[in-house]
């Protein structure tokens, strides 16, 4: 089977390059232009099955999606953004300001750091790993995932969890990655890694490299 792992369209902290973890953040205009091209970008995709997380602009993407294909929706707190604790609402400049050592050694590795006040890692790990085997027992066939970018390396990381070598997984907003997963082996391949063709077309303004 097939995941199409989707990452969530532009919101107004996205263009102020503000952190947004679990701060329920609807799309902007931008995001709902780029959630229409995700739907038809996916219009051939074989999916049959929508996931999403619960958050606004994670949700927002995933409707409209689902409603073009004419899929069901299924919403989970499992596919929430991690919770950024005190970065939440803050730019870049002012966590490095404010928390200089914590955000040096997120440059240099995100995966191996907690926010101040925020979800670890292996928190997040743990809820995607149910999240994807909620997925993998209800569906037998190829899905698509909406989330959020700290969620997506998660997820990645689980379905490609045999693999040797991984690749720089860093999603953008509205893009799309597809993953192939062998259901016996458990292994994965990554085919598509941030696929954005079907923006080429829309102004998108700055995005938020992480959540």
């Known amino acids: 089977m097939r995941f199409y792992l989707i990452r969530h369209g532009q919101t107004e902290w996205n263009i102020r390059g503000k952190v947004q973890g679990k701060t329920d953040i609807a799309l902007n205009e ?66 490095a300001r404010d928390y200089p050592e914590t955000s040096k050694k997120w440059e240099e590795n995100p995966a191996s750091v907690t926010p101040d006040g925020g979800e670890s890692m292996e928190s997040c790990q743990a809820r995607c790993r149910r999240a994807m085997e909620r997925i993998l027992s209800e569906t037998p066939e190829d899905v698509i995932v909406v989330a959020h970018g700290r969620i997506l390396v998660s ?26 997963y062998d259901r016996e082996t458990g292994l994965g391949v990554l085919e598509v890694l941030n696929d954005c063709r079907h923006l080429k077309n829309l102004e998108s303004g700055k995005t938020n490299k992480y959540c």
């Open 30 to 95: 931008t995001g709902l232009k780029q959630a229409a091209l995700l739907a038809g970008a996916l219009r051939d995709c074989p999916a049959k099955t929508v996931y999403s997380s619960n958050l606004k602009r994670a949700r927002e993407t995933a409707a409209v999606i689902a409603e073009q294909k004419k899929l069901p929706l299924f919403v989970t707190e499992d596919l929430r953004e991690a919770d950024f604790g005190y970065w939440e609402g803050r730019t870049w400049e002012e966590i």
């Open 155 to 180: 997820v990645m990381d689980y379905l490609l969890r045999n693999q040797p070598k991984k690749a720089d997984l860093i999603t953008r907003n509205a893009s799309i990655s597809v993953i192939q």
